[in-house]
């Protein structure tokens, strides 16, 4: 049987709090506050050791859920990425399926519209293509179906303009002769994940020479999707 003798706060975070029993130096249980209030652990209640194990578990399940939200409030997260963090927190698995099925329930981690988002906002940045975009997308942990779905809500004729964009910049960096320009070039567009047939529309609006026009064959560079 456990009795409550004295309650400490945590002198660095501030919402968990130490339970000790009469004449002991170690804590024989610490919360989160809200679990604290949950339980209503105040002196001289008593405990029995399955009513202990089952606040622990609950503080952790908590925990879990806690680090996750703060963790979400510098930037949306996949469901995959929360998993990988609270893994670094050494959290058991249990703890950390319960904390990413609640985010999901509540709206916080929602795959599909992360990917939504993602890949909205890096072909906005014009940077990249949706090929990169995709590959970028699997990495956090988006499913191949919810990455599909993203791309293809994608516009054409934006994924165009940033890859001409981004070629007429690179274009002005480039030196030697105009085919290992206009290899170079696409290479570097194909490398950026942009589909062939963006790379083709794009290389046609870039002219690196006052005398040579793009031709429409593309010297051996792979441009098929």
């Known amino acids: 049987m456990y009795i409550i003798a004295s309650v400490r706060r945590d002198k660095k975070e501030k919402r968990r709090y130490h339970l000790y029993m009469a004449g002991e130096e170690e804590p024989f249980l610490s919360v989160h506050e809200d679990i604290m209030i949950k339980f209503r652990l105040l002196k001289e ?8 194990r089952h606040i622990k578990d609950e503080d952790q399940r908590y925990r879990a859920y806690v680090l996750s939200v703060a963790y979400l409030g510098v930037k949306p997260r996949t469901a995959k990425q929360i998993g990988q963090y609270l893994a670094k927190k050494e959290l058991d698995e249990t703890h950390i399926e319960y904390a990413i099925q609640r985010l999901e329930t509540e709206k916080l981690v929602d795959d599909e519209e992360y990917a939504r988002q993602f890949a909205e906002s890096r072909l906005r940045s014009g940077q990249k293509g949706r090929l990169m975009i995709r590959q970028e997308l699997q990495q956090r942990g988006v499913s191949k179906q919810l990455a599909s779905e993203a791309l293809s809500a994608l516009e054409r004729s934006s994924e165009l303009e940033a890859a ?13 002769e105009t085919a290992k320009r206009r290899t170079k070039l696409m290479s570097f567009l194909l490398r950026r994940g942009f589909p062939g047939d963006i790379v083709r529309e794009a290389m046609r609006s870039v002219d690196l020479s006052s ?3 793009w031709e429409e064959e593309d010297d051996g560079v792979l441009l098929d999707n």
């Open 164 to 176: 001409k964009t981004l070629a007429h910049k690179k274009a002005r960096s480039l030196t030697g």
């Open 211 to 213: 005398d040579d026009r």
């Open 45 to 52: 209640v008593e405990l029995d050791g399955d009513t202990v």
